[in-house]
């Protein structure tokens, strides 16, 4: 089975924290994505990632940045946290020879205050 | 851009109806076309899909239909059960060379199965 594992399913942080949300994926799948989910929004893609190294802007990128220096690995950081970044997150990964099935980690939402 | 609209935005059935929930895409070179499940506080999870040379899949109660000229795809729940209860998002892809594996992702139904 694909596992995705996000660090921390519940987090609160202060305005202007830097905040690093973690995505782990073991099954060597070259594409990684995060989205963040709010009411009534759906799934809005932030940014993602098609090899290590690479990552490409999503539909609303501003106010965020990615890592992914190992393939497993796909890191969000939010350089000064707000309090619009309330959110649920929620990672992705997906291998693009299975057609473009995503699978999903558990979500991390966070909070800032 | 590319645009995936979805509707209704939510859907209230009794149980052992049927649910339709419909989008359309704008992207004509999109080819595949999944349909993910995400039940409350849990993560969403892929229920069925199609591609572009299918105009219909089944897989028991569930169902995809596609409509390449109009740009349409549908999902069908037939006899629902209160199990089915969730929000349902569609999206669309292009698959195949040089793709990078993006879906574009409908708003997303909220279905009720009331008992």
């Known amino acids: 089975d694909v596992k995705v594992t996000q660090s921390s399913r519940y987090l609160v942080k202060r305005t202007g924290e830097k905040v690093f949300l973690e995505c782990v994926q073991d099954?060597?799948?070259?594409?990684m994505f995060w989205y963040r989910q709010d009411p009534g929004l759906g799934l809005r893609l932030i940014y993602f990632?098609?090899?290590?190294?690479?990552?490409e802007k999503g539909d609303i990128p501003e106010g965020y940045s990615v890592s992914r220096e190992k393939k497993e690995r796909f890191s969000l950081i939010l350089e000064s946290a707000s309090t619009n970044q309330t959110s649920m997150y929620l990672c992705?990964?997906?291998?693009?020879?299975?057609?473009?099935?995503?699978?999903f980690g558990a979500g991390t939402r966070l909070s800032v205050l | 851009g590319e645009n995936v609209e979805q509707h209704p935005s939510t859907l209230s059935v009794q149980e052992g109806d049927s649910a339709v929930i419909k989008c359309t895409y704008s992207?004509?070179?999109?080819?595949?076309f999944p349909w993910y499940k995400q039940e409350l506080g849990k993560r969403p999870q892929l229920i069925i899909d199609?591609?572009?040379?299918?105009g219909e899949k089944k897989d028991q109660r569930i169902a995809v239909t596609l409509n390449k000229t109009a740009k349409h795809f549908s999902l069908h729940i037939t006899e629902t059960q209160p199990e089915d209860s969730a929000v349902y998002f569609c999206?669309?892809?292009?698959?195949?060379?040089?793709?990078?594996?993006?879906?574009?992702f409908g708003q997303g139904t909220t279905l009720q199965v009331k008992p």
């Open positions: 992705a990964s997906s291998d693009t020879r299975a057609k473009n099935i995503q699978y």
């Open positions: 099954m060597d799948h070259e594409n």
């Open positions: 990632s098609y090899d290590v190294k690479m990552k």
């Open positions: 992207d004509s070179a999109s080819n595949y």
């Open positions: 199609i591609r572009s040379n299918v």
């Open positions: 999206a669309a892809s292009k698959w195949g060379s040089s793709n990078t594996g993006k879906l574009i």
